[in-house]
C-alpha cells in the first residue's frame, strides 16, 4: 500500500473505508476523515493557494504513505511504531467514542508522522523553506474542525451544545487539530532533520514516538467531567460503524 500520487492516496484511503465498513471497525472514522483532508489538499493543487505545488504533493504523499504502511503492518501483524500500535489496538475497544477513535489516530500521523514526513522532503538548508506551506496543511486542518463538529453532531445530535457548554471538552478536538500540527509537528521537524544528517534520526524518532505514546494514552484516561460526558455518549451515539463512517466522509453543510 505505497501510493505515488495524491490521487493514489485518495484511492488506497477509500479501501481502507470500504473495508471498514465490511468490517464494522472504527478504523474507518480516522481514513474518512483523511480522506477529507487529502482532497481538500488536492483541491487547493493549481490555484496558488501553496507556494510549491509539486513539494506539497510530495510531503502529501510520503506523509499519507507513512499512515498506509502502519496500517498495513497493523493488518499483517508487523510491527509498528508505538503511537500506531496504540490507536490500532484501541480501535477494538468499544468503550470509546468516535472522537476518540480520531484524536488517536491524528495524534499518531499528525505529532509524529507529520514531522517525519516533512524532514524527509528537507534539508537543514531548505527546511525554512517549506514552514509557510506547512503552516497551511495546519490550517486545512483547522478549517475542518468545524465539519468534524458538524458531522459528529449527526451521530451525537447534542454534541455541538455540549462542546459550546464544556469549553475543555471542545478543546479537547481543538488542540488535538491545530495546535499541535503547527507547534509540536514542526518543532519535531527542524530537530529531526539534524539528527539525519547525522545518522541518528532512529534514537530521535523512538524517543519522539514514546512522548506521542503517552498522549494517546492520555486520550483514553481523561478527567472525571470528560470520561462522564464520553460515556453517555458513547451509549448514545447513533448508527452503526459503517452508518457513522459515512457521516465522516461527508461535506457537512
Known amino acids: 500500500m505505497e501510493a505515488k500520487t495524491i490521487e493514489e492516496v485518495i484511492v488506497l484511503l477509500e479501501d481502507i473505508i470500504q473495508t471498514s465498513k465490511k468490517e464494522e471497525s472504527p478504523l474507518g472514522y480516522f481514513a474518512a476523515l483523511y480522506q477529507k483532508v487529502t482532497i481538500c489538499v488536492k483541491e487547493k493543487l493549481g490555484t496558488g493557494y501553496f507556494d510549491d505545488d509539486a513539494r506539497m504533493e510530495l510531503l502529501d504523499v510520503v506523509f499519507a504513505n507513512r499512515y498506509l504502511l502502519a496500517y498495513a503492518n497493523y493488518r499483517t501483524n508487523k510491527s509498528n511504531t508505538q503511537s500506531w500500535e496504540v490507536a490500532f489496538n484501541l480501535s477494538k ?9 480520531l484524536i ?8 509524529l ?28 486542518l483547522g478549517e475542518l474542525v468545524d465539519d468534524v463538529k458538524s458531522n459528529l453532531s449527526l ?8 462542546l459550546k457548554k464544556l469549553k475543555n471538552v471542545d478543546n479537547f478536538l481543538v488542540n488535538f487539530s491545530m495546535g499541535i500540527a503547527r507547534d509540536g509537528a514542526w518543532k519535531f521537524a527542524n530537530e529531526l532533520i539534524l539528527e539525519i544528517e547525522q545518522l541518528n534520526d532512529e534514537n530521535c524518532i523512538k524517543l519522539r514516538d514514546e512522548k506521542i505514546k503517552a498522549l494517546s494514552d492520555r486520550v483514553v484516561s481523561k478527567g472525571t467531567l470528560e470520561r462522564i460526558v464520553f460515556k453517555i455518549i458513547r451509549f448514545t451515539e447513533w448508527g452503526s460503524v459503517a452508518n457513522k ?3 465522516l466522509k461527508k461535506k457537512a453543510s
Open 155 to 162: 451521530i451525537w445530535r447534542p454534541l455541538v451544545w455540549i
Open 113 to 140: 508522522d507529520l514531522g517525519i514526513a516533512a524532514a524527509q522532503i528537507s534539508t537543514p538548508s531548505n527546511i525554512h523553506l517549506l514552514e509557510s506551506d506547512f503552516n497551511k496543511i495546519n490550517d486545512i
Open 245 to 247: 463512517i459515512e457521516v
Open 104 to 111: 488517536l489516530g491524528m495524534n499518531a500521523h499528525i505529532n
Open 93 to 101: 475497544n468499544n468503550n470509546l467514542i468516535v472522537l476518540q477513535h
